[in-house]
Nanobody, 124 residues
Framework: QVQLVESGGGVVQAGDSLKLSCGASGRTDSPPSVGWFRQAPGKEREFVASIRWTGATDYAPPVKGRFVISRENAKNLTYLQMNSLKPEVTAVYYC??????????????????WGQGTQVTVSS
């Protein structure tokens, strides 16, 4: 079983930066990959970024070039650095862990464990 806790959310101004953290505890049978998703009010949960157990990263087109996902394996921490924030990125951000080694990480059913989410609000 894996427990995930997100932190770092808050209220910022457009153009600011914010760094989210995801702390994990517990063990998995397969090397874990981590993804970040977000859900805005009235919208579906959507993929933001992922970092595979190999270290390979992937980003949703709207955030590519502005967001950076990274991890510190020794500390079981994964980060999402968000730069040049815009009001439309306002959402609850979730981190999740997948134990599927080679599947796509862009869809939520591929993830077995989820955090409780952290709110990010960007004001104009």
């Amino acid at each position: 079983q894996v427990q995930l806790v997100e932190s770092g959310g808050g209220v910022v101004q457009a153009g600011d930066s914010l760094k989210l953290s995801c702390g994990a505890s517990g063990r998995t049978d397969s090397p874990p990959s981590v993804g970040w998703f977000r859900q805005a009010p009235g919208k579906e949960r959507e993929f933001v970024a992922s970092i595979r157990w190999t270290g390979a990263t992937d980003y949703a087109p709207p955030v590519k070039g502005r967001f950076v996902i990274s991890r510190e394996n020794a500390k079981n921490l994964t980060y999402l650095q968000m730069n040049s924030l815009k009001p439309e990125v306002t959402a609850v951000y979730y981190c999740a862990v997948s134990v599927l080694m080679w599947d796509t990480l862009r869809v939520s059913p591929k993830y077995a464990y989820w955090g409780q989410g952290t709110q990010v609000t960007v004001s104009s």
